[in-house]
């Protein structure tokens, strides 16, 4: 209950696609949906993050589309850019002993062709 | 500049010996984390912070020890117990435990 499954694994777009990013989870006491980009050898930044009473959040060129009944949702890129390979990770905040606790998913390494 | 620094970026360790990893941040942030990395895995949590002289478990702190003497910092101890310590290792921090967690550069361990 605790898990976030993420997928693909790895994803391959040409210049100008739409990267489109997949997570379910199974807890519904998740309040919290944020991604993150990481670059090769640096930590993980906040790229957008969502709550589970709004449907859809859009930054730019980055929407998160969220299903609350069906408890996925999912990280849009659209217009990819070679600028945006990297490994994008989503995860999923719960209270846990006062603390709020984020899980992770296992992470998607995203190469934009040019 | 504010932010994490993480010390240092690689590391190595002879079998049977502890190593210390340093994060300090000038963020002002109460909350700090430890993560640790694998490949093809999510991050998981080692151990956290909330406040200054309090820390608490997380999913997989055996083999390892903290302490948080003070709010910037909150270094983290590889004992020789960690059977397998080879990783790539995350620090992070938030204002409030609630809020959204900022990550240094990390840390890579690896076994001589």
């Known amino acids: 209950q605790q898990q976030v499954k993420q997928s693909p694994q790895s994803l391959i777009v040409q210049k100008g696609g739409i990267s489109i990013i997949n997570c379910a989870y199974e807890?519904?006491?998740?309040?919290?949906f944020p991604w993150y980009q990481q670059f090769p050898g640096k930590g993980p930044a906040l790229l957008i993050a969502i709550r589970p009473d709004v449907s859809e959040k859009k930054e730019g060129r980055f929407t998160i589309s969220f299903n609350k009944s069906a408890k996925q949702f999912s990280l849009h890129i659209m217009d990819s850019q070679p600028g945006d390979s990297a490994t994008y990770f989503c995860a999923a905040r719960r209270i846990s002993g006062g603390y709020n606790k984020l899980i992770f998913g296992a992470g998607t390494r995203l190469a934009v062709h040019p | 500049d504010g932010g994490i620094t993480q010390s240092p970026k690689y590391l190595f360790r002879k079998e049977g010996q502890n190593v210390t990893l340093s994060c300090e941040q000038n963020l002002n942030h109460d909350a700090m984390y430890w993560y640790r990395q694998d490949p093809g895995q999510g991050l998981r949590l080692i151990y956290y912070?909330?406040?200054?002289?309090?820390?608490q478990k997380g999913d997989i702190a055996e083999g390892y020890s903290v302490s948080r003497e003070k709010k910037e910092s909150f270094p983290l101890t590889v004992t020789s117990a960690q059977k397998n310590p080879t990783a790539f290792y995350l620090c992070a921090s938030s204002v409030k435990s609630n809020q959204p967690q900022h990550f240094g550069d990390g840390t890579r361990l690896s076994i001589l």
């Open positions: 912070s909330q406040i200054v002289n309090d820390f």
């Open positions: 807890n519904t006491a998740f309040d919290y």
